[in-house]
C-alpha cells in the first residue's frame, strides 16, 4: 500500500520554464494531480500515463470544485491512490490557499510537502523590466489581494496608499475603479501604474499609465484577469528602460 501523501506544488507564473526541477519531480512521480485553471498545462506532459489528472479550477468566477470539495478530494484520493500533488499557479503560499489544504490534509493524517513556486508577484512585473525595489526609488513593496474572501477590497489597500511602497495588487481588477479612487484621495493622480494580463506568457499584454489614467487606459486596451496591478515610482523605470531600447533600436537600424 502506497502511503498517502499531499505535495502541494508551485507552477510560476505561466512561462513553462519557471518551474524548478523539484516540482518536475514530484508532477513525474505524482499517482493524482490536481490542478488549478492558472497553470500552465502544458506541465501536464511530465506527469505519469497512469496519474489521473484533474482540473479543480476557477474559470470567470465559475467554480468546478468548491474549497471544501477540494480538500475532502485530496483525502479521499490519497487514502485510495496514494500520492496527490496540487498543483497551483505562483507560489502556492501567495494567496494559494496551499497552507489550507495542508492544514485539511494533516488532520487525517497524510503525510504532507511543500514545494515553493517563482509568484507572479515578483516574476510578472520583471518580465516587463518593472524592479518592485530600487535604491532612492522603492524601499519595500506590499503584496495584495485586491478582493478580499467577503468580495470586498482589502483593508490594507488604503495603508498602502500613504506609504512610498511599490503595491503589487493580485486579484484586483474587479476592484480597480475603488483602488484608484483611494489613491486619488491621497492626492497620487500622478503615480505610475502598469496592469500586466497574462503575465509571462506568448498571451502577455500591458497597460501603462497613472493612478488618473489607468481606467481609460484598461478599457482602451481590453485588460482583464488575469491580471496584475503594480502601483508605484518603479513603473517610470520601465519606461526608461523602454525609451533607451527604442533608441538603441533606432540607432542600429
Known sequence: ???????VVGAGPGDIDLITIKAIKAI??????????LINTDLLTHASPLAELIFVGKRKGCYTYQQDQINELIVARANSKGSVLRLKGGDPFVFGRGAEEIDYARNFGLETEVVPGI?????VPAYQGIPLTK????ESFWVITGTTKAHKISN???LAAQSTATLVILMGMSKLK???NIFLAHGK????????QNGTTPHEKIGIGTVGTI????????LSNPAIIVIGEVVEKRVELSSIYNQVSALAV
Not at 500500500?1 to 505535495?7: D, F, H, N, R
Not at 493622480?189 to 500586466?196: G, H, K, L
Request: hydrophobic share 40%; aromatic share 2%; proline share 6%.
Open 215 to 222: 481606467c481609460n487606459i484598461v478599457e482602451q486596451k481590453g
Open 156 to 158: 490594507d489597500i488604503p
Open 119 to 123: 509568484s507572479s508577484a515578483i516574476a
Open 1 to 7: 500500500m502506497k502511503t498517502p501523501k499531499l505535495t
Open 178 to 180: 475603488e483602488i484608484t
Open 189 to 196: 493622480e500622478n503615480t505610475p501604474v502598469a496592469i500586466i
Open 135 to 138: 535604491r532612492d526609488v522603492s
Open 28 to 37: 513525474e512521480s505524482a499517482d493524482v494531480i490536481l490542478y488549478d485553471s
